[in-house]
């Protein structure tokens, strides 16, 4: 049902196919974000044609609304969202410590209520499996407990050790055959904890594994170094997916040092609100500098925006219409997805390095 297949490596960096019943996933693949089963403001066929060959639901917030069992009684998310490619839920582990108006975490549960209508909610691993299984996503995610850096060793230890807990339980709830069930790495920027904690979760057999805990507001350095002594210690055969990540350049880097798989809101947030994602770094569309040129983002992009002028994306942000956050979206989207394609080229062709240096040359340092 699942397998990751390594294909190549080029340095740190591999190039993979991580095969699932509804399809295979290129990798090094960034997958959109969908957290409440549509990427804002774009359709589904504008989606596919950025070349995502998978994409992120959130537990968290489909549990709320409209609910899991809604999403199941409108045929599952795939069928709700009109995606039939793969399809990855994150367990709610980290919104609901980053959103929910968390009350208290035991050993049996995160509970907290809803930041919409207040609604007290028990998330154990169990329900969180449970919420998954209704959603019917391809990849879900073991709930992890997820706490704020930085924090005293004490609490990332105690964290660390009841995500691990938890991972064992939802290994056992999870009962579908069709469904992966990837585990998360945690530890803070330990390197003791973090491969005490890979080689815990590594023993025990899961689809594929997480980093998680980082993309936190860490300098990139920090956060680079941690997933350079966490990667060693995962499974070759299993795909290692970089939680919540990143800026074009931390996907390069991290894919530098063996992660396959990446999520991030950067790309269509930032859309929303102006800032586009180009060869020569970000450029903030509502700045004056645009008004007049007539250019393209990007001569070569064939996304919905760059068959405009700059200056009219900047118009309709300036104008407040909704075609802005919509081009915007698409255009970061299709970076994106365009410079996973030509990393995963690269890799092939042996050529990683050079072309990452080229990359970071061309962004300059970016005000992230
Ligand atoms: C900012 C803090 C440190 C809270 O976490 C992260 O940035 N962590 C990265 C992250 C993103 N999405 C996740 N989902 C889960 N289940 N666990 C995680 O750690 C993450
Ligand atoms: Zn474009």
Redesign the pocket.
């Known amino acids: 049902m699942f397998r990751y297949e390594l294909i190549g490596t080029d340095g740190g960096a591999r190039r993979g196919v991580f095969h699932t019943p509804r399809g295979p996933v290129r990798t090094p693949g960034f997958m959109p974000v969908g957290t409440l089963g549509t990427v804002k403001g774009l359709t589904i066929d504008q989606v596919a044609a950025t070349g995502a060959d998978m994409i992120l639901g959130n537990t968290y917030h489909l549990r709320l609304r409209p609910g899991h069992e809604t999403v199941a009684a409108l045929g599952g998310l795939h069928k709700m969202c009109g995606w039939d490619g793969p399809i990855l839920t ?6 609901v ?2 959103l929910g108006a968390i009350n208290k975490v035991t050993e049996h549960a995160a509970t907290f209520r809803s930041h919409i209508d207040g609604a007290k909610i028990e998330l154990t691993p169990e329900h969180s499996i449970e919420i998954q299984q209704a959603l019917g996503s391809d990849v879900a ?4 407990h ?4 930085p924090a005293p060793m004490t609490q990332v230890e105690d964290a660390l050790a009841r995500s691990i807990r938890w991972a064992a339980r939802c290994r056992v709830a999870a009962d579908r055959e069709d469904q992966a069930l990837f585990a ?1 790495v ?1 530890g803070g920027l330990d390197r003791t904890l973090r491969q005490q904690c890979a080689t815990e979760l590594a023993a025990m057999s899961f689809e594929g594994y ?1 980093v ?6 860490e300098p990139p350095e920090d956060m680079y170094t941690t997933t350079g002594f966490t990667t060693p210690h995962l499974p070759v055969d299993k795909p290692r997916y970089l ?3 990143g800026t074009p350049r931390d996907l390069l880097e991290n894919i530098a040092r063996g992660i396959d798989l990446f ?1 991030c809101v950067m790309p269509t947030r930032n859309g929303r609100n102006a800032l586009a994602f180009t060869d020569e770094g970000p450029l903030k569309l509502r700045n004056a500098v645009h008004k007049l040129d007539t250019r393209p983002l990007m001569e070569d992009c064939p996304c919905l925006a760059c068959r405009h002028s700059r200056g009219y994306l900047r118009h309709l942000f300036v104008a407040g219409e909704m075609l802005g956050p919509i081009l915007l979206s698409h255009h970061n989207l299709m970076y994106y997805g365009r410079l996973m394609q030509a990393t995963r080229d690269a890799i092939e062709a042996g050529e990683f390095e050079a072309f990452k240096n080229a990359k970071l040359a061309g962004w300059g340092h970016e005000p992230f």
């Open positions: 994150d367990s709610g582990g980290f919104q410590f980053s995610m073991v709930l992890d997820v706490i704020a850096l998360i945690q997480a998680g805990g980082l993309s936190v507001g939680m919540g990540v999520d």
